[in-house]
């Protein structure tokens, strides 16, 4: 059977795009106007018109698309339309996703530039926004517009079969399963969802009137109004923007000063809730005539392998807590005290005569830590049925009674607190500074800043074998100068560092402020060059494995009869199932070893919900 790459070109603007409507409503809205295909199969090439297309020539073949879920979508509402006939293709692949397994590298320009050694030029589309076909003839770019949109076939088409044979078959399936999960879509419980809105609209007006520059003119979170109030009261400024650890600083930021400064408290409500009620919009926006809601997923979204969310809504990372709103109309931490609780989660369930359950992986990457390092004494207790945590306790911090997890004595569950901050925070090399904002988002463990350097120092020293191994891999990665550094990872991919280097960077010093050097080693991953070191590099590595068994935990869901995955969230999987599927069968898939993880005891904790739920 043929392999055909196929593309559309379709009409967008400012006000009319994906993240606005969603793929569905994009593809359904009376702006939507495909004015072009181009097609690719190694021999010939065309891009023109769909009226003018043979469609016939696409009977039985396998179809590539530089985004499969979206060129899918606009056939099937081309279909709809009567704009095009229904055809049987033997498969649609996506090798976007095929690049980004290769090499990391999602776009077409950036994958075509890396393998192919190919320059893309994508002015064209950035030409076409908010213009039709007519527009493009009329302005005489219609010969540009066609040629732009046949190489895009063609290089697809190269793509994929240079590469393809490189894509493992269990990477394939859970390419599709990312892809048909997303355009299945999600059921919504749209009258809570309007509720929510309603609520969300007037909380950011009641929470607006206690911050103090509105007045002025100013912006709810206006960095120069913050700025100037941090300098009156003698406090820190927050980051200004959430990369990296932006996040977990502010968080920090918040529950340090939000008890003395109600102005920091109405700021970070303000971002709580107007963050939450874009959310909802979207949702809504989103939401099919049934009550659906398309979603996206990237897959291999990070350089781990990892899931990632996409256009605009990231159902990867979800609010866990509910956003709880008092009798005043402000946000409120104590939920006893609240007249509403907010929470996004529960408005994804399951569609009629169908069941929910959830499943996750129980403390994974903690485990493959265990079993990269050898840790066996870890891994039998763990076998046995003690918590990682416990033992942690146990092992590190003095612990010998019973169930500690259990204890209702004060001291003792913030011990556990501690036990799982460093256990999920301190096996990647995290220094003190990093501790103290890890510690509270990981583990809602408050730590001061002295006895967080202590904590380090003390885990280090209880822990040689994960130590060993961040000297291991810093030694290999700095050795690797010049040259890629390759990982082999147990399931048999491999993760690649390209381009080993090292130069000096200038950084503030924390607590004097003055700016000064230090050399570091980094690598391209993504096309991006980045630091690396021991740690992160072990982290890397856990994060990767811990993947990979889900993935295979995924795979087998897809084929077990009566269960789809409605969405993956890091290691959580999220599935709608027949009658006659019950937990225990769930609970059997995700809770098998691969073979190549021999002897890391893999467990999961599966349950039945009426609604999503943390």
Known sequence: MPTIALDFETYYDKHYGIQECGLYG???????????????????????????????????????????????????????????????YQDWVCSANLSAYICNRRSLADASKFLLGIDVD????????????????????????LEYARLDAVHCYSLWTKFSDR???RERALSAITIDQGTRGIQLDIPRLNEYISIAQEAILTTEKSIPWMEAGSKPTSTKAIAEQCRKHGIPCPPIKSHED????????????????????????????????GTLERMKAWARPDGTMTFSLKFFGAHTGRWSGDSGL???????????????????????????????????????????IISDLSQIEPRVLAWLTGNHGLLEKISGGMSIYEFHARQSLGWAGGDLKASRKAADKLLYKRAKAEV????????????????????????????????VDSFRANNPKITALWRHLDTEFRNSMGQDFTIELPSGRTMTYEKVGREVRRFKHRETGKTETKLVYTANVSGIRRQFYGGMLTENI???????????????????????????????AVLEVDEGVGVADVSRVMSRC?????????????????????
């Open 26 to 88: 994009y593809t359904r809205h009376e702006n939507f106007d495909p004015y072009m295909i181009s097609v690719a199969d190694g021999s010939e090439s065309w891009a023109g018109e769909p009226k003018d297309f043979n469609w016939d020539s696409l009977e039985g073949a396998t179809l590539v698309s530089h985004n499969a879920a979206f060129d899918r979508t606009v056939y099937e509402a081309m279909v709809e339309k009567k704009l095009a006939p229904k055809i049987n």
């Open 122 to 145: 994508k002015s064209m589309r950035s030409y076409m926004k908010g213009k039709t076909w007519a527009d493009a003839i009329k302005e005489g770019q219609d010969k540009k517009l």
């Open 167 to 169: 894509w493992p078959a």
């Open 246 to 277: 932006g996040e977990e600083k502010f968080a920090w930021w918040q529950e340090t000063f939000g008890p003395k400064f109600s102005w920091v408290k109405a700021v970070s409500d303000w971002r709580v809730i107007n963050k939450l009620l």
């Open 314 to 356: 990231n159902m990867q990372n979800l609010r866990k807590d509910p956003v709880c709103v008092g009798k005043d109309g402000l946000l409120t931490g104590d939920a006893k005290k609240a007249s509403a609780a907010l929470d996004i989660r529960s408005l994804f369930i399951p569609r009629p005569g169908k069941r929910m």
């Open 424 to 455: 999920l925070a301190l096996g990647y090399g995290c220094g003190s500074e990093k501790y103290v904002e890890a510690a509270w988002t990981l583990a809602k463990y408050k730590v001061a800043e002295d006895a967080a350097k202590q904590e």
């Open 542 to 572: 856990t994060q990767a494995t811990a993947r990979d068994v889900f993935g295979e935990h995924l795979v087998q869901l897809d084929k077990t009869d009566g269960v789809k995955v409605l969405f993956n969230a890091h290691d959580e």
């Open 594 to 614: 691969p073979e190549w993880l021999t002897g890391c005891p893999v467990a999961c904790e599966a349950k039945e919900v009426s609604r999503y739920e943390k």
